[in-house]
């Protein structure tokens, strides 16, 4: 399967199992995530509360046979720097672990970006861990730059 074979479209509630799944498929998320069945209702608090939200769009690339192979979140952020400017934040960018290197990632990206851009965006960011080394490259591969340092609390 190339990245020519998938479509991307907007998540459905029932595509929500199977985004945890890969969100869950690394060092990272499988300390945080919880891929049990059923779901925690959180997992589908969270979906219904973007899915509602004109500024938010969590897509899914999917195959041809029908299978959810990546996903991907796009926020709309308003704000005043950069004389007003919006910007594009992209976040939980994830392909099935048996589908990685075939170009979904990129072409989920781009799309991205392309939104980012037609929604009047001036700049789109992303932020990915500091042990994600193939991440960082992949996404320099893309035109993006490591220009800041991101930092996190968390509760």
């Known amino acids: ?12 509630r029932d595509d929500v199992p199977v985004i945890v799944a890969m969100l869950a498929d690394d060092h990272l998320g499988s300390a945080r995530e919880r891929p049990v069945d059923p779901l925690p209702a959180s997992y589908f608090d969270a979906f219904e509360t973007v899915d509602r939200d004109p500024n938010f769009k969590l897509v899914v690339a999917e195959t041809g046979e029908g299978r959810v192979v990546g996903c991907l979140q796009l ?24 589908c990685r290197s075939r170009g979904i990632g990129e072409q989920l990206v781009q799309w991205a970006v392309e939104e980012a851009r037609g929604r009047g965006c001036k700049l789109v960011e992303l932020l990915t861990h500091q042990s994600r080394t193939d991440a960082q490259r992949f996404y320099k591969r893309l035109g993006f730059a490591a220009s800041h340092v991101g930092m996190t609390v968390r509760f």
């Open 1 to 12: 399967m190339a990245a020519n074979s998938i479509t991307i479209r907007r998540t459905r």
């Open 75 to 98: 926020c709309i952020l308003p704000g005043l720097s950069s004389q007003g400017a919006s910007r594009g934040l992209i976040e939980d960018v994830r392909v099935a672990s048996d």
